[in-house]
């Protein structure tokens, strides 16, 4: 997972200029979006849109996203996730075309 997360931020500070856009994953954009409360940047939800085009472009998008977030508040790409990229696909929340991920920033 590891390699993984370095091959993320390293996508991730080549792109922190670009503007926010979707994540293209084999083919189909997933739009993910960190949420957190202004007091604590370190806890995160991540609504990922699109789950009917795949749950693993929905997982890399909010891995992305997550590690992109961690890197620009806390300088560190390592997350520890409740509801992450490793969770089986039954035990993911899913409303309709959203799948929310949480973690945390490990500062």
């Given at each position: 997972m590891r390699?993984?997360?370095a091959t993320f931020l390293?996508?991730?500070l080549a792109l922190s200029a670009c503007g926010k856009s979707p994540y293209e994953y084999a083919g189909s954009n997933h739009k993910a979006k960190v949420k957190t409360e202004r007091s604590n940047r370190a806890v995160m939800v991540i609504p990922t849109k699109k789950v009917s085009d795949g749950l693993d472009g929905a997982r890399a998008a909010a891995l992305f996203e997550a590690t992109r977030h961690c890197?620009?508040?806390?300088g560190t790409s390592d997350i520890i996730w409740t509801i992450g990229p490793d969770t089986p696909d039954d035990q993911l929340p899913i409303d309709g075309e959203v799948v929310t991920f949480?973690?945390?920033c490990a500062a």
């Open positions: 390699g993984l997360t390293i996508a991730a890197v620009y508040y806390f949480k973690g945390e």
